[in-house]
């Protein structure tokens, strides 16, 4: 594999940027093109056109899906490995008994109000959006999706 750079960093899925976006693009213009230039089936025109939107819409969220999904599977890892460099144990047993709402909203405080909420979250089970109102000294993630 060739070394990473700015010439190279862009990644393509060539079945979806190249051949199904595209396709659902001329279908897209084809369909309005069709709906002000074929009279007699112009309900059949729109109707093409809404459910060749529907698509790219779906082809779009599906995308931001799998972008949210990764997040949240890092989140979980940044937990894990916070845990550990504060207990210095495995979190296994702390994370079942979690949300994971909880432990998205504990990666906001930091370390000395996280082992606080931490035990205050699974003592009385407060909410994610309970501990995120009880930090006291918020630590911004500005690397969101």
Do not use: C
């Not at 976006?21 to 069709?34: A, C, R, T, V, Y």
């Not at 144990?89 to 996280?114: C, H, M, N, P």
């Amino acid at each position: 594999m060739k070394n990473q750079n700015y010439n190279n960093y862009i990644k393509f899925y060539p079945p979806h940027h190249f051949i199904y976006l595209p396709l659902l693009g001329f279908l897209q213009i084809l369909g309005i093109w069709k709906i002000f230039n074929d009279e007699p089936n112009q309900l059949i025109w729109i109707l093409f056109s809404i459910v060749i939107f529907l698509f790219i819409y779906l082809a779009l969220m599906v995308r931001q899906h799998y972008a949210l999904g990764n997040q949240d599977r890092i989140v979980r890892l940044e937990f894990k490995l916070r845990y550990f460099e504060l207990f210095g144990k495995s979190s296994d047993e702390v994370e079942t008994q979690l949300s994971s709402g909880q432990i998205a909203a504990l990666r906001f405080a930091y370390d000395d109000e996280f082992k606080v909420l931490l035990e205050k979250a699974i003592q009385q089970n407060i909410s994610a959006d309970e501990i995120k109102k009880s930090i006291t000294n918020w630590k911004a993630d500005n690397n969101r999706v």
